[in-house]
């Protein structure tokens, strides 16, 4: 019998009376494994509410792409955190946090019970361990940093930042990071590294059961191949040529995105649509395979639940 079929057992809702205002309820796991459809039929026998965990279905312009819940799901379940930032802000981790704490707030209001679903791991691992207590940039800094970045190069600021945090340059060296690593150290004259070592802060006080799903690895494989195409079919490249005439910064987290990175390459002419949509295809598989290594080695599961 498919698990789908068996949500009393799976989530243990004879042993575990889930309550509004003192628990909080994951549901995880690599993408394509059946966590939203498991999630919605959750919310529907505990009267739950579902909220995005998944780094890339915040962005409004990626509805397809980020296999977002469909208008009929979302009528169904009240759905928090899905497509609401635009493609052209770089979305942090922090940001994220800081609007899930007002959803469970509003949440709790409504008596309804919290149900988070996704498999970004950094998403899940600050809810349940919070994050490093780096201050929030001032719009001056952020400005002054950029205006650094464009008057010297890319390369000459890479070295500067290299000279400022070498630990933390040396895994992260993309625009982005170089300038909220200059921006930090220039607003507290601290680097990344020393702030990453301090305590976390902003993880959510609520009891956590946190269910992880899983299916052998072939088959997710395959479901996202079979995804990927549905999307393509259904007018996935539409959504990459309306990113790719709004000419949107290519070191943006939405242009890198699983589909996005390589059909936008296709859109500029450097490669073939078939080509493209096999490097998708395998980014995709390579992704499912850092997610598991992810859940293996920092996830602790109250539950796990082997689909079929």
Not at 24 to 40: D, E, R
Not at 97 to 122: F, M, N, P, R
């Amino acid at each position: 019998m498919s698990s789908l079929l068996n949500i009393e057992a799976n989530f243990d809702l004879l042993e575990n009376q889930y309550n509004y205002e003192n628990d909080l309820i994951i549901i995880a796991g690599p993408t394509c494994v059946g966590k939203s459809m498991l999630a919605m039929k959750l919310a529907k026998k505990i009267d739950g509410v579902l909220i995005n965990a998944d780094s890339v279905q915040v962005y409004k312009d990626l509805k397809l792409l980020s296999a977002r819940p469909s208008e009929e799901d979302m009528l169904q379940i009240p759905h928090y955190l899905y497509g609401y930032v635009e493609s052209q802000i770089n979305y942090s981790i922090a940001d994220w946090l800081q609007q899930l704490d007002k959803v469970l707030i509003d949440i709790e209001k409504i008596k309804k019970i919290a149900i988070l679903v996704g498999g970004s791991g950094l998403y899940l691992n600050a809810v349940i361990n919070g994050l490093a207590p780096i201050p929030r940039l001032r719009e001056k800094v952020k400005i002054e940093s950029l205006l650094k970045l464009n008057e010297i190069g890319i390369d000459s600021f890479k070295e500067i930042n290299f000279n400022i945090d070498p630990q933390f340059v040396s895994k992260n060296h993309d625009k982005h990071r170089l300038l909220r690593s200059y921006g930090v150290f220039l607003q507290t004259k601290k680097n990344m590294t020393y702030w990453y070592q301090k305590p976390r802060e902003g993880a959510v006080k609520k009891n956590i059961y946190s269910f992880l799903i899983n299916l052998e690895r072939k088959l997710i494989y395959k479901r996202c191949e079979l995804r990927f195409d549905d999307m393509l079919e259904k007018g996935a490249l539409d959504e990459v040529k309306k990113i790719y005439n709004s000419n949107i910064d290519r070191s943006l987290p939405v242009a890198k995105s699983l589909g996005v990175k390589w059909l936008l390459n296709y859109l500029d002419k450097n490669m073939s649509f078939d080509e493209a949509v096999r490097l998708s295809k395998r980014d995709t598989r390579r992704y499912v395979k850092r997610q598991i290594t992810w859940f293996t080695h920092n996830y602790i599961p109250y539950k796990t639940i082997f689909m079929k």
